[in-house]
Nanobody, 124 residues
Framework: QVQVAESGGGLVQAGGSLRLSCVVS????????VAWFRQTPRKEREFVAS???????TIGEAVKGRFAISRDNAANTVNLQMNNLKPEDTAVYYC??????????????????WGQGTQVTVSS
């Protein structure tokens, strides 16, 4: 059984930083794709970043230059470093995992395993 668990959310002032972690069990992150999505009540789930089995990463346009995704194979964990946070980054951030082909990495429906989400709130 695959389990996905996020941590690291919280309240931060604009311009600050947070680091989210996603611990995966039952699936080897180095042999799968792990992604971060975010969602607010007014928007559909939005792609933030993903990292694939070759460690190649994709960063969403809205956060490019501010966010980075990395992987710790020994800990089977994927991290999302968020810098220069803005109020519009406020959302629930979800980690998702699966054996997703590269072309399908942007679509939430392609990921079979999801965490419960962690709230990130950026104050102005």
């Amino acid at each position: 059984q695959v389990q996905v668990a996020e941590s690291g959310g919280g309240l931060v002032q604009a311009g600050g930083s947070l680091r989210l972690s996603c611990v995966v069990s039952g699936l080897t992150v180095s042999r799968s794709r792990v992604a971060w999505f975010r969602q607010t009540p007014r928007k559909e789930r939005e792609f933030v970043a993903s990292i694939g089995w070759s460690a190649s990463s994709t960063i969403g346009e809205a956060v490019k230059g501010r966010f980075a995704i990395s992987r710790d194979n020994a800990a089977n964990t994927v991290n999302l470093q968020m810098n220069n946070l803005k109020p519009e980054d406020t959302a629930v951030y979800y980690c998702a995992a699966g054996t997703i082909i590269y072309s399908g990495r942007y679509e939430p429906r392609n990921y079979p395993h999801w965490g419960q989400g962690t709230q990130v709130t950026v104050s102005s």
